[in-house]
Each structure stands twice: as structure tokens, then as C-alpha cells.
């Protein structure tokens, strides 16, 4: 089922993604070589690990995209394709997106679909 295999597949990406060091540098440091504190997200970051998840999403014929990433570290994106409007779309941010980038890029505290 089209739901099953869209979970599926992030899912596995996140998991492949945890084991696979120093293809995504996401954490900035600072001179002393400890975590950056920084309130904002880095919003490069975000277009890196949600490059990392477009090839799920093309896969099943829809697509995500990176809209905007707020002060308080509130990541908004853009589903088209088969993933507007989809059902399961909500579940798919919150399981396997949402997730990911909190791993992922230091900052992030959730992630919303943007409603246009």
C-alpha cells in the first residue's frame, strides 16, 4: 500500500542516515569545538536533510519542499503531488520528517505542512 511503503521508506533513510557518518555535516561548532547555541536553524541544514528525503517522496509520486524555517525552530514545507492532501501526509510529517530533522539539524522542534 502506497501509505505503508511512503513510512517504510523514511523510515529506513532515517535509519541509514544514523550509520552514515560524515555524509550530512549538520551541527555547527563553535572555536572550542562544543554545540553552537544558537537560537535560529540553520536553514541550509534543513535544505540538506530534506534533499536527503525528496527521493522517498518522488518515489511514490509526490514531493516535498522547504517553505520557510521560523525563529522558534518550527520547520514548514510544501507536499504537492500525491502527498497534497494525502491522508496519511500528517502522520508521514510527524513519524518520519519531523523526526529525521530533529535528529538531524540541532534547532528543530517541530515540523508543519504549509496549507496552500
Known sequence: MLFESV???LYEWYKL?????????????????ERN????????SV???LEQLRPSFLMEGGDIALVEVHPDGVVEVSLSGACHGCAMSVHHL??????????????????IANEF
Open 47 to 49: 535544505e540538506i536533510a
Open 94 to 111: 510527524k513519524v518520519g520528517v519531523e523526526q529525521y530533522l530533529k535528529e538531524m539539524v540541532p534547532g528543530v522542534t517541530e515540523v
Open 37 to 44: 547555541t544558537m537560537s535560529q536553524v540553520d536553514r541550509k
Open 7 to 9: 513510512g517504510i521508506i
Open 17 to 33: 542516515s544514523k550509520h552514515l557518518s560524515g555524509i550530512l555535516v549538520l551541527q555547527r561548532k563553535s572555536k572550542s569545538g
